[in-house]
């Protein structure tokens, strides 16, 4: 982050500080026609700024929520359509290798807790890995069958 949003932050500007993350310095201090520094411009003064132009600093912080959701919904549209691309393919592995480590990692987990019940230490770092590996992988492989099967309902309607 940069420094001059994290010390807006840590005055409790967090509407100025969301504002220059979606505009930039440069364009919210020509439109407030002040410069953005609270150890310039005192913190009281830019208080008061906020509250006269919040309007605007609302919708620069709204634009900028929209264009990360936005550039959200590309990049899963661009799974889905690695995905689809496998699912096309003649290769066996290709279709097969999500659900193929889908279940290997969970073996693993399973393994992990049965040699704990016998007993055996099983280091932590090694848990927290396979457990945070399980979960990116369930989430993936769940939430993009969900947006696989959208798709594809959406493109049928059309």
Do not use: C
């Not at 005192?42 to 550039?71: D, N, S």
């Not at 066996?92 to 193929?100: G, H, M, Q, T």
């Not at 369930?138 to 493109?155: C, L, Q, S």
């Amino acid at each position: 982050m940069l420094p001059l949003v994290e010390l807006l932050f840590s005055k409790g500007l967090s509407l100025l500080g969301n504002a220059v993350l979606a505009k930039g310095q440069d364009v919210i201090e020509e439109k407030l026609g002040v410069d953005l520094n609270p150890n310039k411009t005192p913190p009281e003064v830019l208080r008061k700024l906020e509250i006269e132009h919040e309007q605007f600093l609302i919708e620069a912080g709204i634009k900028k929520q929209e264009l990360e959701i936005e550039a959200e919904q590309v990049a899963q549209g661009n799974v889905t359509e690695r995905w689809k691309a496998d699912m096309l393919s003649d290769s066996w592995l290709s279709k097969n290798i999500r659900p193929l480590v889908l279940v290997s990692l969970l073996s693993a987990y399973f393994l992990f807790a049965v040699l704990s019940g016998f007993g055996f230490t099983i280091t932590q770092a090694y848990v927290e890995l396979l457990a945070q590996m399980l979960m990116l992988v369930m989430g993936a492989y769940f939430a993009g069958r969900t947006i696989e099967k959208i798709v594809d309902m959406r493109e049928r309607g059309k």
